[in-house]
């Protein structure tokens, strides 16, 4: 059998040494409640609180604007529609791109039944949003602009300062969802100028079931989940406290790998081994320069994806497209960035992590190679 090799992990990420480590105190000893002041209950509150100081010190913000979720998907769909159910009165349209994932584009569609309007702006070829296109979307109605750090598939990074300075503005709250971005590239919060941003805990090296959402300091919103008083308020539920800990340790120990230098150059002499292989039949999705170190996301020309990966046994890759009774469908981002079909079919994307190294991807190169 061929060795394992991981390559997909804008995906998910396994869980670092250090989150590991300081979830064991409360796999067995503590296991109180954080909301109990008493003996058990006081370690449990403490280990959350400090949690939430690291997450907040890697997205530059102060620990009372971090509100712990259950991931990802959570927190686009708490900032989406608490957002929209806080502001009915001022309007109800929401702007946001063709690009966006699923966790974004589908809370967007729900509250489309409740009376929103919705305006999806297209993209480049590169799958980037223009900024312009924002402004001109904006009306005296829009209560929220929700454009994600960067794209999942292709890797894109978007504009997000331009655009955030757009929506301060006309003073509409601007949410973005960093779940790529958080561990890869720098997320702070100020410098980007938004006003709400997702975490993803399994993008960032923690487990899943946990994230964040960050909301600044008098951002109106409605709370996700009502109950008692969790969360100041915010989010009603027991807080997770093993996960929450795992959390901000991996939060703590992104820090050093802030822009991932050695990730971005393996895969930019891997995308040069792809090309010595297949010339111009290998084409590069995403923004050549303002995209995710780890992301190369390619199209094999006049193959199908799925048939490119059945190349590689042991290889954990994703694709673009889907097969369905024998066509071939592209992903809803590569058709909004205007991949041609017969292009786009053979997409592929490869994702690298921390501990990518080059001997795994000359490993791929050369099942590829023996294969054509």
């Not at 980037?128 to 454009?147: C, F, H, Q, W």
């Amino acid at each position: 059998m061929s060795r394992k090799i991981y390559l997909d992990f804008n995906a998910s990420t396994p869980i670092c040494p250090e989150a590991v480590e300081d979830m064991r105190p409360f796999l067995a000893e503590h296991y109180g409640n954080p909301s109990s002041l008493h003996w058990a209950g006081m370690p449990a509150k403490d280990a959350v609180e400090k949690a939430r100081g690291q997450v907040a010190a890697l997205l530059g913000c102060d620990s009372t604007e971090v509100v712990f979720t259950s991931g990802g998907s959570e927190s686009n769909n708490h900032a989406i529609k608490g957002v929209f159910f806080a502001n009915r009165d001022r309007g109800d349209h929401i702007i946001t791109t063709a690009v966006e994932h699923p966790a974004t584009l589908n809370p967007c569609l729900f509250l489309e039944k409740l009376g929103a309007k919705v305006t999806v702006l297209p993209v480049d070829r590169y799958g980037m949003v223009d900024p312009d296109d924002v402004r001109k979307a904006i009306t005296s109605r829009t209560v929220l602009i929700t454009v994600m750090h960067a794209n999942n598939e292709v890797g894109t990074i978007e504009p997000i300062p331009e655009i955030s300075a757009i929506a301060r503005e006309a003073r509409i709250p601007f949410h973005t969802d960093a779940a790529q971005t958080v561990g890869k590239v720098s997320a702070d919060v100020e410098e980007l100028g938004v006003d709400l941003l997702s975490v993803a805990g399994h993008k960032v090296y923690a487990p899943k079931g946990i994230g964040a959402l960050y909301m600044r300091e008098g951002t109106k919103i409605e709370p996700f989940v009502h109950g008692a008083g969790h969360e100041a308020g915010r989010r009603a539920g027991t807080e997770n406290v093993l996960l929450a800990v795992a959390l901000g340790a991996a939060c703590d120990a992104a820090g050093k790998w802030i822009g991932m230098p050695q990730a971005q150059a393996l895969r930019d002499r891997f995308l040069e081994g792809l090309r010595g292989i297949f010339g111009e039949k290998v084409t590069l999705n995403g923004h050549p320069a303002a995209r995710l170190p780890n992301t190369l996301n390619v199209n094999f020309v006049g193959r199908v994806g799925a048939e490119v990966l059945a190349m590689l046994p042991g290889v954990a890759a994703s694709t673009g497209s889907a097969c369905h009774a024998g066509s071939v469908t592209l992903s809803p981002v590569l058709a909004a960035m205007g991949v041609p079909p017969e292009e786009g079919m053979g997409a592929v994307r490869f994702s690298l992590g921390r501990a990518t190294t080059w001997e795994e991807l000359e490993d791929v190169l050369g099942m590829l190679k023996a294969s054509v």
